[in-house]
């Protein structure tokens, strides 16, 4: 038995090449992954592919896009100072061509007089950052009403058109709401404001009445 081992140790060693491979498997040669085969590239040529065309449509297709996106713009326009606004104005927005007041009145008396006529929209609140008319009282929001400068289009018996600049006044969702005459009027919708109508902002007894600079009149 010993002698029968050795002889298989003989037979296993003339079988091996003398690098240790066997000789008697063939092996498929290695493909490079970097390149095509001729095979490949007759191919495409055959079916008319470009290589340089087809790794430009990939480049295009793979290429982030960084441009701005409508939402971003949207949130830009509503901040003001660091602070998200609870107003846009609308399309039709326009800086009024009256010079219109507001004259603040604290019991009988007159406590501030505002012009409104320099800008198209003014905030009403307690927001010290973004608020064009501050209003102090507890009651008041931050951000409790807006007056609102725009086009208004109206249309005679005869069919003519005129368009003029109107203020109007929208409530912002308040706590405490506001009241346009003494009449609580409903949050997000606009109301037309007329010459001697007052505001009131919240439980604030302060009265805001609007009028025209008189050398107007």
């Given amino acids: ?3 029968g081992r050795e002889e298989g140790r003989q037979d296993r060693g003339r079988r091996r090449s003398p690098s240790g491979d066997d000789s008697g498997r063939h092996k498929r040669p290695r493909k490079d992954k970097g390149k095509e085969s001729e ?14 065309d087809e790794k430009k449509k990939t480049e295009e297709v793979a290429k982030p896009d960084y441009g701005k996106s409508g939402k971003l713009e949207k949130a830009k326009l509503m901040k003001k100072n660091g602070v998200t606004l609870k107003h846009m104005e609308p399309a039709n927005a326009a800086i009024p061509n009256r010079r219109w ?4 009145f604290k019991g009988e008396e007159i406590i501030s ?21 501050r209003t102090d009282h507890i009651s008041c929001s931050k951000q409790h009403a ?10 005679d018996e005869a069919g003519n058109t005129t368009t003029e600049i ?43 009445v609007l009028l025209v600079a008189k050398n107007e009149k």
């Fill in 1 to 3: 038995m010993p002698g």
């Fill in 39 to 52: 095979e490949e590239i007759e191919r495409k040529k055959a079916w008319g592919i470009d290589e340089k």
């Fill in 101 to 104: 007041r507001i004259y603040v």
């Fill in 113 to 133: 007089t505002l012009h409104i006529h320099r800008q198209s929209c003014f905030i009403v609140g307690r927001e010290s950052r973004i608020a064009d008319i």
């Fill in 146 to 155: 807006v007056i609102q400068f725009k086009y208004k289009s109206t249309e």
């Fill in 166 to 208: 109107c203020p109007y006044i929208m409530d912002l969702g308040s706590s405490n709401g506001t009241k346009l005459n003494k009449q609580k009027i409903e949050a997000r919708r606009y109301y037309q404001l007329l010459e001697k109508d007052m505001l009131n902002f919240g439980s604030s007894s302060r009265d805001y």
